[in-house]
């Protein structure tokens, strides 16, 4: 398994393996291969954009990615979107994704990685488990705009 980072060709196979992600199960979110490219390379086209994907023979299995934005303590990096392929979930993928991230931020002189995500679903145990601390003095508030 090679890991490195996104270029912008990879945009395409990234979003076909996020639209069959998030479709199912526990997120059962609406996306297509069109609606999931526009949300990736709008990430990769933003200032900042740091990324890495799994390789194995030419098949993408996984990737993560998001933006170095600054902070009053140094730079920071939002991790935008990361998922495994259905068919690699648990393989530990994800972990060797993370850990590449994580030394590829430190040569960028970032030291920390904030996400949001949903707290009943397994990506909340998956970064738990590695790390990430859940923490009590922030919130997410959401507005529907009718």
Not at 34 to 42: D, G, M
Not at 86 to 93: A, D, E, L, N
Request: overall charge negative.
């Amino acid at each position: 398994m090679n890991v490195r980072d996104i270029h912008e060709n990879d945009i395409s196979s990234c979003a076909e393996i996020f639209s069959r992600v998030f479709s199912h199960t526990p997120w059962n979110e609406n996306w297509n291969t069109q609606s999931a490219y526009e949300r990736l390379n709008h990430f990769y086209q933003s200032k900042g954009f740091c990324g890495v994907l799994a390789e194995n023979n030419h098949v993408i299995p996984g990737f993560v990615l998001g933006n170095i934005e600054p902070y009053y303590s140094g730079s920071i990096f939002y991790l935008r979107e990361m998922c495994t392929d259905v068919t690699y979930q648990s393989s530990g993928i994800g972990t060797q994704l993370l850990k590449y991230l994580e030394e590829r931020l430190l040569l960028l002189n970032t030291h920390s990685i904030y996400l949001l995500t949903e707290h009943n679903v397994p990506a909340a145990s998956f970064y738990q488990n590695r790390g990430f601390k859940l923490e009590n003095n922030t919130g997410s508030f959401i507005k529907t705009i009718i």
